[in-house]
């Protein structure tokens, strides 16, 4: 994985700025300047230095090391004393962090899909239950991958603005029962493309409604984007908003 985000990291930015609907999303639930948040694949550290002004503390966490070395650099940009940044694995939550050490956990941006079957996908839901806060809450999106997988989606929207464009596509065959993700970054000032390719695990809805961790947060609820619809399986997203 980490090749992957290595060869796209100083663009990453550019692929995936943070959205105004993201930041109401976030802010709806109530961010409170006691809180410490955990954001759990923070890639260039944009989400945690932007809810930095609102809660007490904000750690992010990635596997890749030059998008951590970005988030740094972000960090140092804006002075941002309350924000901390760490090369780190989803899959030992429970030993770099404490038992009720934050009351929100992020996990956004289809980062749950690079963990590589549901038991480790269940074993990452009950961690992060272990280091939430009694009534905290943990926020998770992916794409919609039983639209994905019943449509046999090929090709996502092509990404493109006044710096780049970025291809995705699917190749539902080649690994299953894991997807290939074929990407090609094309940027536009250089004309220097990057051909990359990835498995994901295609994680749907009612795969997580089997899940025995789903037993240790008090409510589960899922939505079809960050604009608050309820979720559909004709739609793009699936957002998690567990309750601890």
Known sequence: MSEFYQSIARHYDSIFPLSDTLKRFLLSFGIRKEDHILDAGCATGKVALYLSQYAHTVTGID??????EIARFNQGIGATENVRFLVGDMNDLDSMFTAGQF?????????????????????????IAGILTDGGLFIFQILNYEKILAQKTRELQLIDNEKITFERRY????????????????????????????????LHHREIMRMPSKQLY????FLGGFDGRVFSEEGDLLIGVWKR
């Open 171 to 202: 190749d539902h065959e080649i690994h299953k029962p894991l997807l290939a993700f074929n990407t090609r970054l094309t940027v536009k000032a250089t004309s220097e493309t990057i051909d990359n390719s990835i498995d994901l695990y295609p």
């Open 103 to 127: 009351r929100i956990v992020l996990c956004l941006g289809n980062t749950l899909v690079h963990l590589p079957s549901t038991d480790t996908i269940n074993d990452c839901f009950q961690k």
């Open 218 to 221: 008090r409510s589960v609820q």
């Open 63 to 68: 596997l890749d090391p030059d998008l951590i």
